[in-house]
């Protein structure tokens, strides 16, 4: 995902613009750039790599009132500094992009036949000649003449060397927000990346475009009839990562997972496909080869590829293989032809997931596809593909938003893989579409549930022991919930596929050992049912997490928490959200430290 930033002001922006890419690196990329305009003269500074290249780049003495920046994570044209933004043509329209323009080529051999000369391969300068090859003076009608040809997904920040004093924006999915100053008005992919300047913000809503000046700024209906600007105060500060008004660092990140996971899917899919140049530019010919797919992981990112492996086979029919690093990397493995190695990490720093792709030495692996939120971690760098997750700064150390979001990108391979072998017809693609869009908003319900499960927590507090069930994919989210109670309220819990119960597990069960359930409304729900029934029989109490449709018959005693979703594809990553909330909440009230709880790490960078 790319990064931007532009500003104007009656005070040299450079400063501003380069503190703001700072903030965005968490975003992931592979180049940076920045433009500068002094009275009527462009200036361009692009750099390969980290932003602290380009900051050293800089003329120090360069001034700019006007000015836009940009990191970029490559999708079209390989990373480079020529295809770096911002993107100029005819050295009078400077711009920079953050999404995938999908009639590109098409738009590109229209220019070329005018006389436009690419020098990048990107889909983004395009764009800057299209700009340019109607701009007569007016910068703002310009734009919307051009977004009128696109197709795809944008946020847009365009200036003009004869407009010393306008900046075009507007946006169609890919995230635009304004920064409202005293005197100087800001543009950015993310608030974080303005709040040393400002904290108010105008957030653009799709098809919106905005015009700034000093002293200044309209925002503009997709028609270009003006629209009233509703300007937000944000209590996020600058100084430092900020709880806001949560307890605790978890339970805030608990909460960014509707954000997160929109941030992991903007710019990635369409209406009704996912875009597989996001995994890499060479990601669609090894895709075309997999035949079977090794993931390896430790500790919840582990889970996460443990719920893809039911996806993987059920979809795609192929092969999946689900290991633990520290044990993969021990062991003598036989690798089939073609398989695609996949590696998860929150961190990209895990020291047995890092070992054991550096140890592979196999001629039949197709490539290694690295899931990871860190974009300059040693896991990424290292990888064939790669596919940043896009949590943001996760502080707890029990890990949450980072595994959901893990979630959503092996469910983005998952169709991607599917689209390249065509083992997923265009129905089955969109309808997984449709439900990664709706997801967001699917979580922000189910997180209304928290006062609800707060009260349950209170049934936890002088536990030692807890049992969770669940069955198929729903047993790796089980187990993720257990995860989380053990790290954080260190009550022993084990999870179980249901079906297991009687082969030992039913030993444990009595009056003092929870037994936490999930319960979707899918196949399995007769067999769940008879899975809750054998606990009951043992004077077990349950407590189940139920989708809608999943009728569930208990005693007084018993506690159902109804989840209010109806989906297939999604089902797991909906089903840890409660789960993630009763471990946080049980722990609160056993007074542990939940956010740094003992003898855990948050990168577990030694083996």
Known sequence: MCGIVGALAQRDVS???????????????????????????????????????????????????????????????????????????????????????????????????????????????????????????????????????????????????????????????????????????????????????TNRFVYLEDGDFVVLHEQDYHVYHADGSSKPAEVSHSELTAESASK???????????????????????????????????????????FERVANVQVVACGTSYLAGFVARYWIEALLDLPCQVEVASEFRYRRSVVPPDTLFVTLSQSGETADTLSALRALNSKNYCGTLSICNVPESSLVRESDLVMLTRAGPEIGVASTKAFTTQLVSMLLLVAAIGQAQQRLDDPRIAQIVDELNHLPGLIDRLLQLEPRIEAIAEDFVDKQHALFLGRGEHFPIATEGALKLKEISYIHAEAYPAGELKHGPLALVDADMPVIVVAPNDELLSKLHSNMQEVKARGGRLYVFAHRGAHVETDADDVVVEMDCDTEFVTPILSIVPLQLLAYHVAVLRGTDVDQPRNLAKSVTVE
């Open 15 to 197: 400063s501003i613009l380069l503190e703001g890419l700072h903030r965005l690196e968490y975003r992931g990329y592979d180049s940076a750039g920045i433009a500068l305009l002094d009275d009527d003269r462009l200036t361009r500074f692009r750099a390969l790599g980290k932003v602290a290249r380009l900051e050293a780049s800089l003329a120090p003495d360069q001034p700019g009132h006007l000015g836009i920046a940009h990191t970029r994570w490559a999708t079209h044209g390989e990373p480079s500094e020529t295809n770096a933004h911002p993107h100029f043509s005819n050295d009078r329209i400077a711009l920079v992009h953050n999404g995938i323009i999908e009639n590109y080529k098409e738009i590109r051999q229209r220019l070329a036949a005018a006389g436009y000369v690419f020098n990048t391969g990107t889909d983004s300068e395009v764009v800057a000649h299209l700009v340019d090859s109607l701009y007569d003076g007016d910068l703002f009608g310009a734009v919307r003449q051009a977004v009128e040809q696109l197709e795809g997904a944008y946020a847009l920040g365009i200036i003009a060397a004869d407009a010393p004093r306008t900046l075009v924006a507007c946006r169609r999915g890919s995230p635009l927000v304004v920064g409202v100053g005293i005197r100087e008005n800001f543009i950015a992919s993310d608030v974080a990346a303005l709040l040393p300047v």
């Open 244 to 286: 806001g008004d949560y307890r605790h660092y978890m339970q805030k990140e608990i909460h960014e997972q509707s954000q997160a996971v929109a941030e992991c899917l903007e710019g990635r899919i369409t209406d009704r496909a996912v875009l597989d140049t996001v995994f890499g530019f060479d990601a669609r010919p090894v």
